[in-house]
């Protein structure tokens, strides 16, 4: 039996350490430091690039292309951004810019009318054939995007589309990853709400747009800023169907800054910074949807 002894008159007993004192365990503070170091890492490469695009912007080309490189402009001028941000002339970045913009709005709501109804008809609706037809939607994730470039070429010049906004926000407006995420998003939520709506004789209609799309805002979010990135980064395929160089979209039409014997790095520069500009935006008023669309699975409790 163990004999409980006390400490000799006139001694302090020693305070626990501090990570006891705290509630933290040992390490936990290291731990901790490397978990901010690591993002802060991150944070460099991710932003790095974008503050070396406006600096750069920002520089005479011969500072621009000096050796070694300089990090802050010695003398800054925005004469890159005066010759792009203009209506007319050569390089009409800023007609590029609304043409992307437009383009790539139309397609995202193309792609959430399309992808919605899909995805609800696959998830809630019973009829025969539907556990085929998801496979054989799904199965077309599988298929590189270059196979669908003439056959897409074709049909748009069959309907008369070519050099139109149009066939920029129409072909993979009803793509496989938009009703796949979207069914399964579906799928997840419970179907008490529908069934009580059901008994208070609303239609399937008003199911979909009231009780479904309103609990799924999150996929919507995360749809939409996927589509529209797409939209907007999207390369080879205007090229293709694009003739005019008024109608062409930024980064399509950012090519042409590039000179077949001198480059001006300033205004490559600055026309990138200007692209990537809506994408930082678009972010950041809808990281919130995005971040607890692809967390959440259900409903909040």
């Not at 589309?161 to 796949?180: E, I, K």
């Not at 014997?261 to 200007?274: E, K, L, R, S």
């Amino acid at each position: 039996m163990a004999v409980l002894t006390r400490p000799p008159a006139g001694s302090t007993p020693h305070p626990p350490p501090a990570a006891q004192r705290s509630g933290r365990p040992p390490g936990g503070l290291a731990r901790q430091g490397m978990f901010w170091l690591f993002l802060l890492v991150l944070t460099v490469i991710f932003i790095g690039p974008i503050v070396w695009m406006f600096l750069t912007s920002i520089k005479t080309n011969p500072e621009a292309t000096s050796v070694p490189p300089t990090l802050l402009p010695s003398s800054p001028t925005f004469e890159a951004y005066e010759g792009l941000l203009q209506l007319e002339g050569s390089y009409p970045v800023l007609r590029w810019f609304f043409n992307s913009l437009m383009a790539a709005t139309l397609h995202m709501a193309l792609v959430l009318a399309v992808a919605s109804t899909a995805a609800y008809a696959l998830a809630r609706l019973h009829f025969r054939g539907r556990g085929v037809l998801f496979v054989v939607i799904v199965s077309t994730l599988f298929v590189p995007g270059f196979v669908f470039l003439i056959p897409n070429y074709l049909i748009i010049d069959q309907l008369g589309w070519l050099d139109t906004v149009w066939a920029l926000a129409v072909p993979g407006a009803a793509g496989a990853f938009g009703v796949f995420f979207l069914r399964q998003f579906f799928a997840m939520l419970p179907t008490e709400l529908e069934e009580a709506a059901l008994i208070d004789g609303a239609n399937q209609w008003e199911i979909f747009t009231r009780i479904v799309l309103p609990n799924s805002k999150p996929a919507l979010a995360t749809l939409a800023v996927l589509s529209f990135l797409s939209n907007w980064n999207d390369f080879i395929w205007p090229i293709y169907v694009l003739f005019s160089p008024e109608r062409l979209t930024l980064p399509a039409g950012l090519r042409l800054l590039q000179g077949a014997y001198t480059t001006d790095y300033p205004v490559i520069m600055a026309g990138a910074f200007v692209a990537s500009v809506p994408v930082l935006i678009l972010f950041l008023f809808t990281q919130r949807y995005v971040i607890e669309g692809v967390s959440r699975s259900g409903l909040k409790g």
